[in-house]
């Protein structure tokens, strides 16, 4: 693909579509808004970047022979996995996301701040699977992901699909998750209240409600009975008033579920 080209076809696209909506009557304003969206007023120049080379970490397989994380952390976090090559290849993984798991399986708090494309969103998912696998799924909720807006949690889920759908039963993972944000039709939302999975992926307005609703306290709030995890993504968007909010609604759920030790 020519990464160039494909920005030219695009912005052409756009420009297209914005100028179809334009009708101006007067002359000159028209040639201004003309040359100002020819100039690329709508859209900057193309930006290149280099991506910073993260140091490396063990691969998955090498903290599993070294007896780190549990076994079938092997067959799910594969590089590639795919329907048709549910094998993948190994997962080299960075040093940053290694101290982050280091961090979990001692029991301590951590935020982790780095790159784009760094693997952010594995240095909680390993950490959380882990501890699964080795306590066992279907013993209620074991982790919560709250996410600041519902396409980031419904990127996550198709990114958890990735690691823990090929290469298992179809809709047996070895880790059940799932994803409840008001996008849910009803009989999702009755699937996941009467069988809650072990990670629970969210916003933190639903989160709210989770803890207000009865019907919600009644069957999500009892099954996160022995929370081990909570996750903030994008802990940056949290500021000013909404960083309040979500600092008392932390507060709130750890003392609703007597979970002083939640990491």
Same mark, same amino acid.
């Given at each position: 693909?020519?990464?160039?080209?494909?920005?030219?076809?695009?912005?052409?696209?756009?420009? *297209?579509?914005?100028? =179809?909506?334009?009708?101006?009557?007067?002359? %000159?304003?028209?040639?201004?808004?003309?040359? #100002?969206?020819?100039?690329?007023?709508?859209?900057?120049?193309?930006?290149?970047?280099?991506?910073?080379?993260?140091?490396?970490?063990?691969?998955?397989?090498?903290?599993?022979?070294?007896?780190? /994380? +549990?076994?079938?952390?092997?067959?799910?976090?594969?590089?590639?996995?795919?329907?048709?090559?549910?094998?993948? *290849?190994?997962?080299?993984? +960075?040093?940053?996301?290694?101290?982050?798991?280091?961090? @979990?399986?001692?029991?301590?708090?951590?935020?982790?701040?780095?790159?784009?494309?760094?693997?952010?969103?594995?240095?909680?998912?390993?950490?959380?699977?882990? +501890?699964?696998?080795?306590?066992?799924?279907?013993?209620?909720?074991? *982790?919560?992901? $709250?996410?600041?807006?519902?396409?980031?949690? %419904?990127?996550?889920?198709?990114?958890?699909?990735?690691?823990? =759908?090929?290469?298992?039963?179809?809709?047996?993972?070895?880790? #059940?998750?799932?994803?409840?944000?008001?996008?849910? %039709?009803?009989? *999702? #939302?009755?699937?996941?209240?009467?069988?809650?999975?072990? $990670?629970?992926?969210?916003?933190? $307005?639903?989160?709210?409600?989770?803890?207000? #609703?009865?019907?919600?306290?009644?069957?999500?709030?009892? @099954? @996160?009975? %022995?929370?081990?995890?909570? $996750? /903030?993504?994008?802990?940056?968007?949290?500021?000013?008033?909404?960083?309040?909010?979500?600092?008392?609604?932390?507060?709130?759920?750890?003392?609703?579920?007597?979970?002083?030790?939640?990491?």
């Amino acid at each position: 693909m020519d990464i160039f080209q494909y920005r030219e076809d695009l912005v052409g696209d756009y420009s *297209a579509y914005v100028k =179809g909506f334009l009708e101006v009557r007067d002359a %000159n304003i028209e040639q201004f808004i003309t040359s #100002r969206l020819d100039g690329g007023f709508l859209w900057p120049e193309p930006l290149v970047q280099l991506n910073p080379a993260f140091v490396q970490g063990p691969t998955i397989d090498e903290l599993v022979d070294q007896k780190r /994380l +549990h076994p079938t952390c092997r067959e799910i976090f594969r590089r590639g996995k795919t329907v048709e090559n549910p094998l993948g *290849a190994p997962l080299r993984l +960075h040093r940053h996301q290694e101290q982050a798991i280091n961090c @979990a399986q001692q029991g301590g708090n951590y935020v982790l701040t780095t790159g784009t494309g760094s693997g952010k969103s594995l240095a909680y998912l390993i950490p959380i699977i882990d +501890h699964v696998l080795k306590v066992g799924a279907g013993h209620g909720i074991q *982790a919560i992901v $709250v996410y600041p807006m519902n396409a980031l949690a %419904n990127s996550q889920l198709g990114e958890m699909d990735k690691f823990l =759908g090929p290469g298992f039963p179809t809709g047996k993972p070895p880790v #059940r998750f799932d994803r409840y944000t008001g996008q849910e %039709n009803e009989e *999702a #939302r009755d699937r996941i209240l009467n069988n809650p999975p072990d $990670v629970l992926l969210t916003n933190y $307005v639903m989160l709210e409600l989770i803890l207000t #609703r009865p019907r919600e306290r009644e069957h999500l709030i009892k @099954a @996160a009975g %022995n929370l081990k995890f909570l $996750v /903030l993504d994008e802990l940056h968007t949290y500021r000013g008033r909404q960083g309040a909010d979500v600092s008392m609604l932390v507060r709130r759920l750890r003392e609703t579920l007597k979970a002083e030790d939640v990491i």
